[in-house]
Structures are given as C-alpha cells and as structure tokens.
C-alpha cells in the first residue's frame, strides 16, 4: 500500500457515514464502520480528539465528496471550475456534473457493485455509448444517451453475475435499466433530490472559496 493511500474504511470513519465505496459489503454486518469497535473517530488517541474547526467541516465536507465519487483532486477541481461558470447554484451544479460521470452511471444502472469496479469496466472497454466504445469513466452522460455492455460474452457475462448480485437495487428515476439486455438509457438530468450523498454542498464551495 503506498504511504499516504487511505484505507476505504477509513475514508468512511472520516465522513463520519457509509460512502458505499465497498459496495454491497456496505450493506452487511461485514461493513467496517457498523463494527462497534471502529464506530469511533480514526486515530489511537481518538478521546482526546477537540472538536473540528470551521475549516475542518468544510474540508470534512469536500473530501466526503471526492471519496464518494472517487475522484482525485485535481479532478474535483476541474469539475468544480465548470460548475462556477455554469448558471444557477455552485454546489447543486457540481454534484449534477458528478452524477453525470459514466462509471457513476455504470453503477446506477445496477451493472457493478461499486463505482471503482465500474470505473475499472468502462477503461477495460467493456461499455458503449450509443454504440461506440469508450474508456472514459469521466465522460458525462445527457438525456437520451444509452449505456449498454458490449456484445462479448466474456463482457456479458461479467455483468450478469453482478446483476444477479445487485438484484433488487433501485435505479434513480432519470435512469433506466434493462438488466436482461445489460443496456440503459438517459432519461433526464439528475436533480439535487437524485443524489443520496448527505453532503452540504454550500459548505464545499465556501471552502474552495477561500
């Protein structure tokens, strides 16, 4: 492990919630963050922890974010630059061109069980959009866009074995699945009520502000 990679664990000890990022292991007794032992602030002199600044809720905030999407900074910058020359609320903007991403649709569509395995899919090359290749897991998908896996048994395969997994997950309402096909399609932009995430966007942007 490199010297400064944060465990997944850890990053949801640190956003103080589940980001999912695990996928349905999340949704079990094996998640990290429901242990007792580890429903704790990270650290070994945790009890001794003061409580966080200003500026450490903001930073607690964009992080939770970055982590959620896994993006790295450089990237949140470059999607944070365009959500400030776009129109309308800095931080709703930004989480919509967030929930845009392809592996993020990948994912919503029930196709794999966490986005990092959906990123993984999308640069193999496993996915098509509108029937061309891509290996573009950034690329912001818009209404009438469809999603589908490619025509390879190998690539179908895959995917059916998570579906089977994910069966019963609930796609978001401006998306649509077709799971016996491995295709989907885009219905709508998403709102700010599409996206599960708790984050205080307002407080993301004052931070990137400063």
């Known amino acids: 492990m ?7 664990c850890r990053k949801c000890r640190r956003a103080g919630m589940k980001l999912y990022l ?7 007794a094996k998640c990290a963050i429901e242990k007792q032992w580890r429903n ?7 009890w001794i922890r003061r409580r966080p600044s200003e500026y450490g809720v903001r930073l607690r905030e964009k992080q939770k974010l970055r982590w959620y999407y896994g993006i790295l900074e450089r990237q949140f910058r470059k999607f944070l630059a365009q959500a ?13 061109l ?4 392809l592996d993020n649709v990948v ?9 990092k395995a959906a990123r993984q899919i999308v640069s193999h090359g496993h996915i098509l959009v509108n029937g061309r290749g891509t290996t573009v897991a950034s690329l912001k998908v818009k209404p009438g ?6 025509d390879r048994t190998s690539s179908r395969n895959l995917v059916r ?20 096909n491995c295709r989907g399609e885009v219905k709508s932009l998403p709102g700010r009520d599409d996206i599960s995430l708790q984050v205080n966007e307002q407080l993301i942007v004052e931070f990137c502000s400063r």
């Open 2 to 8: 490199a010297r400064y990679t944060v465990p997944v």
């Open 22 to 28: 695990k996928g349905v292991r999340c949704e079990t």
């Open 40 to 46: 704790k602030p990270p650290g070994a002199h945790f």
């Open 84 to 96: 400030q020359r776009s129109k309308g609320s800095t931080g709703e903007t930004l989480l919509i």
């Open 98 to 101: 967030m929930e845009r991403r």
């Open 107 to 115: 994912y919503r569509l029930g196709f794999t069980p966490s986005r």
């Open 145 to 150: 866009d469809v999603i589908e896996v490619r």
């Open 161 to 180: 074995t998570w579906l089977a997994e994910e069966e019963g997950r609930v796609v978001p309402q401006w998306l649509s699945a077709d799971p016996a």
